[in-house]
């Protein structure tokens, strides 16, 4: 986004605070324009550019729960939310699945009160694909997080050998359409591991770092990690 003009200094507006865009510094100025930072809802004076704080702000709780795939993605989760200013907490388990999660997310949610929960999930839920859109697992797991008052991300499987998992693909399909957000993991360069599955420890990086840097693009998140 390009910002065609500044707010005065001497605007009685209250001040607030955006995310800036890419190519301005810390102090919400470019090298050419005296900018400062606003918070919350405002409209740009002279570009009728509406801008909205991020959904979820500094300082806030990340909870990531999922399966062998979200325990991977954790150490380096936890990197890019400390470093980012957000408080991260970790419960992936590996082996579960959806079904087991619905029970389990409410005790979590009670425990560390989110502001956004990740959800790595599906990978183990595929050989019961049917039960799964029977109970519509994903929609009801959704519904306690937002119904709580947290916002979710749920991150759906990346690039599996169809020999090991026939109906990943369809899991994949029946989250994106059964979820509020979803990232689409498919446009990540994942490489698969000997078991055609998991993914090395690169990966799993490379992996949650692009989910980062998404939920910052739909102004999910603030901030670039340190």
Not at 10 to 20: I, W
Not at 65 to 75: A, C, N, P
Not at 82 to 99: D, E, L, M, N, Q
Not at 209 to 221: A, R
Request: charged share 25%.
């Amino acid at each position: 986004m390009v910002l065609s003009s500044c707010p005065s200094r001497e605007d009685p507006k209250p001040v607030v605070t955006v995310e800036v865009p890419l190519g301005f510094n810390d102090e919400g100025a470019s090298d050419e324009s005296p900018c400062y930072q606003f918070v919350g809802p405002c409209v740009l004076p002279d570009s009728g550019v509406r801008v909205l704080p991020p959904k979820v702000p500094k300082g806030s709780t990340i909870l990531l729960v999922g399966d062998s795939l979200g325990v991977g993605m954790s150490e380096k989760f936890r990197e890019l939310a400390s470093g980012a200013g957000y408080k991260p907490v970790t419960k992936a388990i590996s082996g579960t699945s959806t079904f087991q999660w619905v029970f389990w997310i409410k005790k979590h949610l009670e425990t560390h009160t989110p502001s956004l929960v990740l959800v790595s999930l599906g990978t183990n839920d595929a050989i019961q694909l049917e039960r799964a859109k029977k109970s519509n697992v994903y929609a009801e797991m959704s519904k306690i997080i937002q119904e709580f008052g947290s916002e979710i991300v749920w991150i759906v499987p990346h690039k599996i050998d169809l020999s090991r998992i026939p109906k990943i693909d369809l899991t994949r399909e029946f989250i994106r359409s059964s979820v509020p957000l979803s990232f689409d993991s498919l446009k990540v360069d994942v490489p698969l591991s000997p078991d055609h599955v998991h993914t090395s420890k690169v990966g799993y990086e490379r992996w949650i770092k692009e989910v980062w840097k998404w939920m910052m693009e739909v102004n999910m998140i603030e901030g670039a990690p340190k």
